[in-house]
């Protein structure tokens, strides 16, 4: 099978998905399409939004239609390190034997990731980067596909500790979820307030995930999209003497190279659940708000005068 005819099977596939996906999630279409995206780029996404919104629901949904193994792991203040990653017991033979924690399967749902310690969070930098864990001087591999989608409660900040930005940059999406339209609403009320029972059936199994995620790899990119892109993380950054007026103004520090290279694998990802043969500028600026929203830190004027950041990566594209 030809590069060619497995891109026109992943279109299909990915149509199959989303029918699944919305026989439960009712809209968030644009939500829907940021997470698959960063699955098939071997990404992991934050999702920032108030409760309620199915954030969570979401991320089940997809567990489901993509038929992998799943753990959802609640975060909280006392939750300690080896909780997520396992721990060595002594076992019966007085012999040392890890036992593997929730982080041991392919998609870890990571729920209000804010809430625990920043001695916790940090126990997730390993396994997203290097897809394995250490522990006890022991390096133990994580099974592929492996994806984190942590969710993220924006407006309750009491008893809650900020990522810091290497914790931040390991994910390749911050989805903001927003709020259903009236019509959304009407339909979700209607469906959950009655008896009204769906299954999710899988699409994909683990296997074709990995086949396609290295397809997506392969995908040819132009130069000028290449440039486009780097030029995009680079206007971010001060330390350039032709940083554009708003970045000068409004921005204290700017996006890395890891952005750089999202840009680009989430742009090839985005042209072919289109059904195209290679990104172009637009499949650029459709996905950079997601990826450069949590890696540029503003400044106090930004702050002063109402200089949201997505605001900001508006006026940069």
């Not at 899988?202 to 990119?221: A, F, K, M, N």
Request: some cysteine; aromatic content about 8%.
């Amino acid at each position: 099978m030809s590069d060619k005819e497995k891109l026109d099977a992943f279109v299909a596939h990915v149509q199959q998905l989303k029918q699944e996906i919305h026989k439960v999630i009712i809209g968030q279409d644009e939500v829907v399409d940021q997470v698959l995206i960063s699955m098939f780029s071997r990404g992991h996404c934050l999702l920032v939004g108030v409760p309620g919104l199915a954030k969570t629901l979401l991320v089940n949904t997809i567990s489901q239609s993509l038929g992998l193994g799943f753990s959802r792991i609640q975060f909280t203040p006392d939750l300690m390190p080896s909780d997520i990653i396992g721990a060595e017991i002594l076992d019966e033979t007085r012999n040392f034997k890890f036992i593997k924690g929730p982080l041991f399967t392919n998609m870890v749902l990571a729920d209000e990731i804010n809430r625990t310690p920043p001695k916790t969070q940090s126990a997730l930098l390993e396994a997203m980067q290097e897809r394995c864990v250490t522990a006890g001087g022991n390096s133990y591999p994580l099974d592929a596909p492996f994806f984190v989608l942590a969710t993220q409660n924006p407006i309750e900040q009491e008893g809650t500790y900020p990522l810091p930005e290497a914790q931040l940059d390991r994910f390749m999406f911050n989805i903001w979820v927003d709020y259903p339209s009236f019509i959304e609403e009407m339909a979700i009320v209607k469906s959950t307030t009655s008896d009204y029972n769906v299954s999710v059936n899988p699409v994909l199994s683990g296997q074709e995930i990995i086949e396609y995620q290295d397809l997506i790899r392969r995908i040819p990119v132009a130069d000028n999209v290449l440039e486009y892109a780097v030029n995009l993380v680079a206007s971010t950054r001060l330390n350039l003497g032709n940083a554009p007026e708003i970045t000068k103004k409004y921005i204290t520090w700017g996006a890395g190279p890891r952005a750089s290279q999202y840009l680009i694998i989430g742009a090839k990802c985005h042209a072919a659940m289109r059904g195209k043969y290679s990104p172009d500028i637009e499949d650029v600026k459709a996905v950079a708000m997601p990826i450069l929203r949590h890696r540029l830190v503003k400044n106090y004027k930004a702050e002063a005068e109402g200089y949201s950041m997505d605001k900001i990566i508006e006026a940069l594209l």
